[in-house]
């Protein structure tokens, strides 16, 4: 072994714990960028094999009614390989033992080689004669603890049918089971049933007809033009209007939360590998600072520029080294956790976490590359000083006096304390580094904490000011106004508001978005729109009002004109004004005033639903009766809506804040530890002196601790802007058209980045304290060779 490798092992030993504590902040972005990178591979791979091996449709379409007899027109259409047929329903389900309204969609047995086949997990498939047998979606026979043999009742054309459940199964279609138009799934009170498609055909007039549509597409073929020629096929038959696999719902929420994950990839890891570099830099800088009598002895003994940069390369790469073994093993326990979470949500008959050797060669290069960047100035440094200047220790700065001095300020203060401040001052540079190095750590812990509080803003601002209804009642169909005055009279409303949702196709230069206009009444009391400042905006007499995100997709502002395509009756086109913008967190949402909504379409004063106010022990009997009325297809309870929320992301927000405050925190104390150690080595001959001049242990400690004290202080409310800066920057990277989450920091969220970083200093004072009582005097005023 030659003498600058002992000399690396020797040192490394000697710094082990300041290396450990750079490799743990290495460790931090290798682990972050090995769970996205790795749980983003599992998400993807399974989820193309799974679309492939069950035949997930490429396009989907919904319609009033149409003949079997279309089905050969369908599959001349240029592009299309595969035709497949159906009838679905939504109804509304009775659950033993479950109070609260449920509904779920009825959806006709695909053929075991057509499209959007099943994957039995338990049971069997219900048998051709039977019309009583089904299968429910595993999400809703988890919520409800099914299995074959269970029974549950539903609501089939205004009749209630007995239904025994045979299987348990997952399908492409409803990787990600979400009931259309609501912002979070609630899978004990939406479920997906499959049943044979005879009963179901007869229930509905449906015999020798359908009104759902899947195709299937060769890989030369333009959904577009597909689709284009399909609308107008399926116009004369009620055609909703046709989308292509990316805008179906699952696979909609599916691609959102891969995006997010790829924007965590890029924006997370590389906050916590730039403070890793930044580090090297710094450590590496100040610990040559204290070896240039060393360097100059190595450099007269004949050691090349070469051999010296690469001795300290070399300790730099054990580092990164360390640092990339650690981070490896923690991001595949982190991913793994984070694969486990996302089958809670994503329902794949299996989801196989996978870690590539391309993510690890990509972890080790991006770990390099980072920390070797923050190491090369500082090797760099070192080898241009010459022998004869290295000899010499680091010239004291120019004497000039202090701010403290200017201002006659010093007679108030003590000795020990007049030091640090001088200290502080006189070196200014390395100040600054240390103030940035612990600010960097304060703003990495606010990443992991700001998410729970955005989450309990938006639900205030969704379910508190947004929506104050009690329960939503959709009906089956377009029906007159009596009937929400019908409903006021219930006993137990305190209040009730009309409202229509029609499904549109909104058009603007070459973009085009589908979404639903809501028709509410101009002052709405229970559905209120907001703006920037959550002031009630009236919605205007005529025009429509988009959500800020909404507008953006389709390049519109106030007054611009889009073009209206409504889905549904005679499939008009209208030219309609932009009135207003509002600022939502989720989904794509038009709004209009109810009675300009009605003249849009001819209608008179029809609605599709009503929202209500209820008295509290009112509740229970007025949603088991809306269940049993033939008219209402489906009823939302606002608490039950928000505790799926919380229930929905809850686990989510835990475990992220879990893995970053561990990695957050793990980051605060290598930096707050390394800067306290650097500088004990930096000032171990002056504080050895100031001993040996009579100084006692309190007075040296109170001079070292006092200093990362001051900085620790100033670099707080430094850190507290850099992570808000850093927060919205991962807030713009990780939004989709699904959720945006609000750039909200609530005082928690300071207070606990303050506190780590206030723990993290308290501790490596403690351990640098201890370092200063075993000082050896004699030692440390020795000079090193």
């Known amino acids: 072994m030659s003498t600058l490798s002992r000399k690396l092992w020797r040192e490394t030993w000697a710094l082990r714990g300041q290396v450990l504590a750079i490799a743990v902040v290495i460790a931090g972005g290798v682990s972050t960028l090995v769970m996205a990178l790795a749980t983003l591979d599992s998400l993807t791979l399974t989820r193309d094999a799974f679309y492939r091996d069950y035949g997930f449709a490429d396009v989907f379409v919904s319609l009033k009614r149409a003949p079997e007899s279309l089905r050969e027109p369908i599959a001349a259409i240029p592009g299309v390989q595969r035709v497949e047929t159906r009838v679905v329903a939504a109804v509304n389900l009775d659950i033993p033992d479950f109070a609260d309204p449920a509904t779920g969609v ?48 539903a609501i089939i054309d205004g009749r209630l049918q007995r239904l025994k459940i045979v299987g348990i199964a997952v399908s492409p279609e409803y990787i990600y089971q979400i009931k259309p138009g609501d912002l979070f799934p609630d899978f004990a009170r939406h479920g997906v ?170 972890a080790a290069l991006v770990t390099l590359g980072a920390g070797l960047a923050g190491t090369l100035a500082a090797v760099r440094r070192a080898v241009r000083l010459p022998p004869a200047e290295a000899m010499r220790p680091e010239p004291p700065p120019r004497y000039r006096p202090t701010l403290v001095e200017r201002f006659g300020l010093q007679r108030f203060l003590s000795q020990p304390t007049r030091m640090i401040l001088r200290h502080i001052e006189r070196r200014p540079l390395k100040s600054l580094l240390s103030i940035l190095g612990i600010a960097l750590a304060c703003g990495i ?27 939503t009642v959709t009906f089956s169909e377009p029906t007159s106004r009596r009937v929400v005055l019908e409903l006021a009279a219930r006993p137990g409303v305190d209040w009730a508001e009309p409202m229509r949702q029609v499904a549109v196709r909104l058009r603007h230069a070459n973009a085009s978005e589908s979404t639903a206009i809501q028709g ?141 405050t561990l990695l957050a925190g793990s980051i605060a104390f290598g930096v707050v530890y390394n800067d306290a150690r650097i500088t004990l080595t930096e000032r171990a001959r002056e504080l050895a002196t100031l001993r040996v001049l009579g100084f006692s242990l309190g007075e040296i400690t109170a001079i070292l601790l006092g200093e990362l004290a001051l900085l620790t202080a100033i670099a707080i409310p430094v850190g507290f802007i850099i992570g808000w800066g850093l927060i919205a920057l991962i807030v713009r990277g990780i939004e989709s058209e699904l959720y945006r989450i609000p750039l909200i920091l609530e005082p928690g969220v300071f207070s606990f980045a303050a506190s780590v970083i ?12 201890r370092r200063l009582r075993e000082l050896d005097l004699v030692a440390v005023l020795k000079t090193q060779e």
């Not at 049971?123 to 047998?133: N, V």
């Open 106 to 153: 009825l959806v006709s047995v695909p053929a075991r080689d057509g499209l959007n086949r099943l994957h039995l997990l338990a049971g069997r498939l219900p048998e051709p004669e039977r019309d009583d047998e089904t299968v429910v979606s595993q999400a809703f026979a988890d919520a409800h603890g099914f299995r074959p043999g269970d029974h549950l009742s």
């Open 193 to 362: 049933l499959w049943m044979n498609r005879e009963p179901l055909a007869r229930a509905y007039d449906m015999d020798g007809a359908f009104n759902d549509l899947l195709l299937g597409l060769t890989r030369e073929a333009r959904p577009k033009d597909v689709i284009e020629r399909l609308d107008v096929l399926l116009e004369p038959y009620g055609g909703l209007g046709a989308i292509e696999r990316s805008d179906q719902l699952s696979d909609r929420y599916l691609a959102a939360e891969l995006q997010q994950l790829a924007g965590m990839a890029r924006l997370i890891p590389g906050v916590f590998l730039g403070v890793a570099a930044f580090l090297l830099n710094v450590v590496l800088g100040r610990l040559i600072g204290t070896q240039r009598d060393q360097i100059a002895i190595l450099k007269a003994f004949g050691y090349s520029a070469w051999q010296i940069g690469g001795h300290y390369v070399q300790w730099a790469l054990v580092i990164i080294l360390l640092g990339l073994i650690i981070g490896l093993g923690a991001g595949l326990w982190f991913g793994l956790m984070m694969a486990e979470l996302y089958r809670g949500f994503f329902h794949f008959p299996y989801l196989a976490f996978s870690l590539r050797p391309q993510v690890i060669a990509i």
């Open 445 to 471: 812990l606010m990443v992991g904490r700001f998410q729970e509080g955005a989450l309990d803003y938006l639900i205030q601002v969704q379910y508190g000011l947004a929506q104050r209804d009690d329960l």
């Open 520 to 660: 509410l009444d101009a002052n709405s009391r229970l559905r209120r729109i907001l703006d920037d400042q959550l002031q009630v905006q009236t919605l205007p007499a005529a025009g429509l009002v988009l959500s800020d995100q909404l507008a953006r997709l389709l390049y519109v502002g106030v007054g611009d004109r889009v073009e209206v395509e409504i889905l549904e009756g005679r499939r008009e086109r209208h030219r309609v004004v932009v009135s207003g913008l509002v600022r939502e967190f989720t989904g794509l949402s038009a709004y209009m005033d109810l009675d300009a909504l009605n003249r849009l379409l001819g209608e008179g004063e029809a609605v599709t639903g009503a929202l209500l106010a209820v008295a509290p022990g009112a509740r229970a009997a007025l949603v088991a009766e809306l269940k049993a009325a033939p008219r209402v297809a489906g009823v939302t309870d606002r608490l039950t809506a928000i505790q799926s929320f919380m229930d929905s992301m809850t686990e989510i927000v835990l475990s992220f804040a879990f893995v970053s």
């Open 758 to 769: 206030l723990a993290a200093a308290l501790l490596s004072g403690l351990l640098v304290g």
